[in-house]
């Protein structure tokens, strides 16, 4: 079991930047490939970004691909995502998940509670 808690959504302006941050409790971190979905008002969840167990290894969504950057820090059980020239278009609920074997068309095995993004144009 793994407990995650996302912090650093809030309110932006077009261009701008925030760090999403998602501390994870529980059994080992690096136990799991870790992972950033979003769900915007009346549209379905959608991936963004996955990192593997110990960082080698990370995937965007094409939608963001040059603007977001995962991260992890084994250490400190802690995943970061980077976002830059944020966009009205990724104004979302931002979710954080854990996964211990990725599969294609497979959900993630946890999920945070969410920290809400908003870019304003």
């Known amino acids: 079991q793994v407990q995650l808690v996302e912090s650093g959504g809030g309110l932006v302006q077009a261009g701008g930047s925030l760090r999403l941050s998602c501390a994870a409790s529980?059994?080992?971190?690096?136990?799991?490939?870790m992972g950033w979905f979003r769900q915007a008002p009346g549209k379905e969840r959608e991936f963004v970004a996955r990192?593997?167990?110990?960082?080698?290894?990370?995937y965007v969504t094409d939608s963001v691909k040059g603007r977001f950057t995962i991260s992890r820090d084994n250490a400190k059980n802690t995943v970061y995502l980077q976002m830059n020239s944020l966009q009205p278009e990724d104004t979302a609920v931002y979710y954080c998940?854990?996964?211990?074997?990725?599969?294609?068309?497979?959900?993630?095995?946890?999920w945070g509670q969410g920290t809400q993004v908003t870019v304003s144009s």
């Open positions: 998940t854990a996964t211990i074997s990725p599969r294609d068309g497979a959900l993630p095995d946890y």
């Open positions: 529980g059994r080992t971190f690096s136990t799991y490939h």
């Open positions: 990192i593997s167990r110990f960082g080698a290894v990370t």
